[in-house]
T-cell receptor, first 110, second 111 residues
Framework: NAGVTQTPKFQVLKTGQSMTLQCAQD?????MSWYRQDPGMGLRLIHY???????DQGEVPNGYNVSRSTTEDFPLRLLSAAPSQTSVYFC?????????FGPGTRLTVL | ELKVEQNPLFLSMQEGKNYTIYCNYS?????LYWYRQDPGKSLESLFV?????AVKQEGRLMASLDTKARLSTLHITAAVHDLSATYFC???????????FGQGTELSVKP
């Protein structure tokens, strides 16, 4: 039982490049979400999904796309990376007891 | 719009002392979470508070919730160095799962 996994752990991009951050969970949770964490600002919600085929925007969705084709996976796509997207990205799932966070992806955009 | 505010943002404590972190939020909610984050690590769930008057304790940490005042507290008893970390409160919107986080409280416990 791996819980919530994220890949890659670290990534460096150049401005304008695209990439996909992967998130997978093996807890069969319907609700999944993506947050970004910037110094001094806590975590902010980017996108979330209440189940396969259903996604919605959070607080800071611009520049990011998501899709949810299976219960297990919830990838986050950066369409054209910008330096302002340098951050640590966390994926989370909601269970009955609490919300579980993945280990995070540290992204730097040059 | 739901807003969550923590204070203090920085807290330097001596070992053995007691202190409280406060978390205020602006609209009603059914769930409030407390998380711990060590530098470079993910968030570790400490407590989930579900109802007015809820109190939960784990070791030297105790969390409480007053939904009428829209206030949660995280009380630290007889602090030890291992408690040094950043603590976040987060409020869940309308049972939908969306979390709104406070800014975090960076706690440093010194001998």
């Amino acid at each position: 039982n791996a819980g919530v996994t994220q890949t890659p752990k670290f990534q460096v991009l150049k401005t304008g490049q695209s990439m996909t951050l992967q998130c997978a969970q093996d807890m069969n949770h319907e609700y999944m979400s993506w947050y970004r964490q910037d110094p001094g600002m806590g975590l902010r919600l980017i996108h979330y999904s209440v189940g396969a085929g259903i996604t919605d925007q959070g607080e800071v969705p611009n520049g990011y796309n998501v899709s949810r084709s299976t219960t297990e996976d919830f990838p986050l796509r950066l369409l054209s990376a910008a330096p302002s997207q340098t951050s640590v990205y966390f994926c989370a799932t909601r269970g009955l007891a609490t919300q579980y966070f993945g280990p995070g992806t540290r992204l730097t955009v040059l | 719009e739901l807003k969550v505010e923590q204070n203090p943002l920085f807290l330097s404590m001596q070992e053995g002392k007691n202190y409280t972190i406060y978390c205020n939020y602006s609209t009603t909610s059914d769930r409030l979470y407390w998380y711990r984050q060590d530098p470079g690590k993910s968030l570790e769930s400490l407590f989930v508070l579900l109802s007015n008057g809820a109190v939960k304790q784990e070791g030297r940490l105790m969390a409480s919730l007053d939904t009428k005042a829209r206030l949660s507290t995280l009380h630290i008893t007889a602090a030890v160095h291992d408690l040094s970390a950043t603590y976040f409160c987060a409020v869940e919107e309308n049972q939908g799962g969306k979390l709104i986080f406070g800014q975090g409280t960076e706690l440093s416990v010194k001998p």
